[in-house]
C-alpha cells in the first residue's frame, strides 16, 4: 500500500498555507497521503514547491515537503498546518549593510527576500488558532544547502547537508541547527542551538565547532589575523547573548 494521491484537496492546502493578506503564493505538483503508523497519523506530501510573492516572482523552490494538519482545526472545519518538514532546499540567506537579514532562492543575488527577523518574531508568537501559523508548532528542514552573505563582515559560506528545526514552546521558539561548511578544503561541523523568548526577543544559545582552519579563520575575518601563523584546525563552543538578530551583547569562547 503506498500514498494515496489527494487531488481534490489541492485548492484546500493551497489555501491553508497562503497568508490571509495575499503576500506569498504557494503553488506545488503532486499532493499525496502518507500514513505514518499510529503513533504520528496522517501527513500531506507534496512534490515540486514553489513560494511566490504577490507580484508573480519566486521566492522559493522547494523539492519536497510533507505537512501533518492540526485535528483540532479540522473539527472546526479548517485547514491548518501543526509541523512542516522540507526536505532539500536550496537557500541564500544575506545581511546587508544595513544590518538586514532576509533570505530567498539560491541563486538570487538582490538583498531583498523575505524578512528573516519578521519571519522568527511570527513563528515565536504564541498560537492563536488563525491563519497559516495559527496552529503550527514545528517546521523541520533536512538536507537543505544554505549559502550565507554577510555584506557587514564580508563573509561568505557554504553549509551543505544543513538540518534545522524551529519548535514552539511555552516561553517562545527554540532553533536547532547542524551542518557542514567546506573551508579551504576541511570540512567543519558546525551545530548551534538558540531560544527566542516570545516577550522580549531576547537569544541566548551557543555555537560548536570542530575541524575549523585557521588560516581560513583569519583569512576571512580579519579580527583573528594573528591566526594565521598556526597551521592547525579548532574546535569549541561559543556560547552568546542578545536582542532577536541584531549583534550579541555578550560572547564566550570555550
Not at 514552539?168 to 548551534?192: P, W, Y
Request: net charge negative.
Amino acid at each position: 500500500e503506498g500514498p494515496i494521491p489527494l487531488t481534490f484537496l489541492t485548492p484546500y492546502i493551497t489555501e491553508a498555507l497562503t497568508p490571509e493578506d495575499g503576500s506569498l503564493s504557494v503553488e506545488f505538483g503532486a499532493l499525496e497521503l502518507d500514513w505514518r503508523g499510529w503513533s504520528q497519523g496522517f501527513d500531506i506530501s507534496a512534490q515540486k514547491i514553489s513560494v511566490g510573492k504577490a507580484d508573480g516572482s519566486t521566492t522559493i523552490q522547494i523539492p519536497s515537503a510533507s505537512v501533518r494538519l492540526s485535528a483540532t482545526a479540522l473539527v472546526k472545519f479548517d485547514v491548518a498546518p501543526v509541523r512542516i518538514i522540507v526536505e532539500g532546499p536550496k537557500l541564500r540567506v544575506h545581511r546587508d549593510l544595513s544590518g538586514r537579514w532576509g533570505f530567498a532562492q539560491i541563486d538570487d543575488t538582490d538583498d531583498g527576500g523575505e524578512d528573516l527577523a519578521m519571519i522568527l518574531d511570527a513563528l515565536a508568537a504564541e498560537p492563536d488558532g488563525k491563519g497559516v501559523l495559527g496552529y503550527l508548532k514545528e517546521i523541520e528542514v533536512s538536507g537543505a544547502t544554505i549559502r550565507v552573505d554577510d555584506k557587514k563582515l564580508k563573509l561568505n559560506l557554504d553549509a551543505r547537508d544543513a538540518a534545522l528545526s524551529f519548535r514552539r514552546t511555552e516561553a517562545g521558539l527554540q532553533v536547532k541547527m547542524s551542518s557542514r561548511i567546506e573551508i579551504d578544503g576541511s570540512n567543519t561541523r558546525v551545530g548551534a542551538e538558540a531560544v527566542l523568548a516570545r516577550a522580549d526577543q531576547a537569544v541566548a544559545g551557543s555555537l560548536v565547532f570542530e575541524g575549523l582552519p585557521t588560516a581560513a579563520l583569519a583569512a576571512k575575518l580579519p579580527v583573528f589575523a594573528e591566526l594565521n601563523r598556526f597551521d592547525t584546525t579548532l574546535g569549541g563552543t561559543l556560547a552568546f547573548v542578545g536582542k532577536g538578530l541584531e549583534r550579541p551583547s555578550e560572547l564566550a569562547l570555550n
